[in-house]
């Protein structure tokens, strides 16, 4: 939905709100690249995963740029910035205040440094960031002299012209983001791609060296430092909405408001949709549902899904577990499950039909075919496999 709002200066920035199905477990606010908009691959589908995990995002054109009002000559690093503090700001009056920041490169510095001024933020996650915002001055290093001189000049960047002007190189200069993070206090998510040309990984590595915990960081492994792939952008919300909801109030205290004892499953209808159930248990949350083709929201794995993970997670478990005791080279266990139900006669039992669990099981490693026949046997002896075999009694109260 189109959400536009005013900056500091009265000027209306151009933002677009999407909310997820249901009551959002949180509002995030994402700054994009430099010179770039609200409306490329990544903001677009880094939103889209996020609304999909129960975060609501606001993305928006800084000023001068997409279709927000005025004059990108006039602005610099910490307009931006500003345009930031605007954002939560009318975001918190109208729904409630961002507690997730994403950055992406420049948007990603940018992000930091409001973040010190935003108390209600708790979580902030950047994406191919610079640690140093001075880096920028390398997209347009042919010209500095320029600007230096003259006090302006138009640049070339992807393609576009701008016009970059001396208090814009100033500002990069006389703004430290690295030095700062030591005041952060809030919990940091680093994202980068190890092939990145345009930000090296290395201005990753210092931003996290230079935070303090709660920290973590993730490799965008092949990625482009636009994210331009879809699935990129795609894996990168997802892993973002994942772990903000650690750090989020809604997501991080309903667990301990129900008090859910240590070995116990909650399972709660999420009101206003039709499938969507939220799993508790004392330290963490996931989401079952059906998907579209059963009039689902999609939002999670099926039940029938969850069964199979729990099948396929324990013999993986159990079988590097052996491997790991026998001192066998295991290097990878992948297991690939199936859920059917056939005609109890193809089975040559009785009458209606039988659950039939079709399981693979891969490995890979430097073994004999002794110990690799071991391990498949081992496999079929992991908890979860001998709970499905055995005979089930359910207590229902």
């Known amino acids: 939905m189109k959400f536009d709002f005013p900056n500091n200066k009265g000027e209306i920035l151009s933002g677009k709100l999407e ?44 000023t001068g740029l997409g279709n927000s009002q005025g004059d990108f000559a006039n602005t610099n690093f910490s307009s931006n910035v500003e345009d930031l503090l605007s954002a939560c700001k009318y975001l918190g009056e109208k729904y409630e205040h961002p507690e997730v920041l994403i ?7 940018a992000v930091l440094k409001a973040a010190l001024k935003l108390p209600k933020v708790k979580a902030i996650a950047t994406i191919g960031a610079p640690s140093s915002i001075e880096h920028v001055t390398h997209l347009f290093s042919n010209e500095i002299e320029t600007i230096e001189k003259e006090g302006k000049a138009e640049v ?24 700062e993070l030591k005041n952060l206090k809030k919990s940091l998510l680093v994202m980068h791609s190890p092939l990145d040309d ?36 795609m894996y990168a919300g997802d892993v973002i909405g994942a772990w ?12 301990k408001k129900k008090n859910i004892e240590n070995g116990v499953v909650l399972v709660q209808a999420r009101k206003g949709e039709k499938f969507t159930q939220d799993i508790y248990t004392k330290d963490h949350q996931a989401i079952i549902d059906e998907p579209l083709s059963y009039k689902g929201a999609n939002l999670g794995m099926t039940p029938y899904n969850f069964l199979l993970a729990g099948l396929g997670a324990c013999t993986s478990m159990t079988v590097k577990m052996y491997a790991e005791r026998k001192g066998i080279q295991l290097d990878d266990v992948k297991v690939k499950l199936k859920h059917n139900k056939v005609r109890a006669e193809d089975c040559e039992t ?40 055995s005979e089930i009694k359910i207590i229902s109260n």
Do not use: W
């Open 19 to 62: 909310l997820p199905k249901g009551e959002p477990k949180a509002f995030a606010l994402f700054a994009h690249c430099f010179t770039c908009s609200k409306d490329i691959v990544a903001p677009n589908f880094i939103s889209k995963a996020l609304t999909k995990n129960g975060v609501a995002v606001l993305r928006f054109d800084f």
């Open 103 to 109: 950055g992406h490169s420049l948007g990603g510095a």
């Open 198 to 233: 345009t930000v090296s990984v290395e201005h990753a590595a210092k931003i996290f060296t230079s935070a303090k915990h709660p920290k973590s960081f993730i490799t965008l492994d092949k990625a482009s430092h636009l994210l331009m792939n879809r699935d990129d952008a």
């Open 350 to 389: 009785e009458t209606g039909k039988v659950d039939i669990i079709e399981k693979q099981l891969f490995l890979e490693g430097n073994f004999t075919d002794g110990e690799k026949a071991r391990l498949y046997e081992v496999a079929e002896r992991c908890p979860v496999y001998r709970t499905l075999q």
């Open 156 to 179: 070339n960047l992807a393609g576009r012209k701008f016009t970059i002007k001396k208090h814009f190189i100033d500002d990069l200069k006389n703004t430290d983001i690295t030095t």
């Open 244 to 255: 903000a909801l650690r750090y989020i109030s809604k997501g991080n205290t309903n667990t």
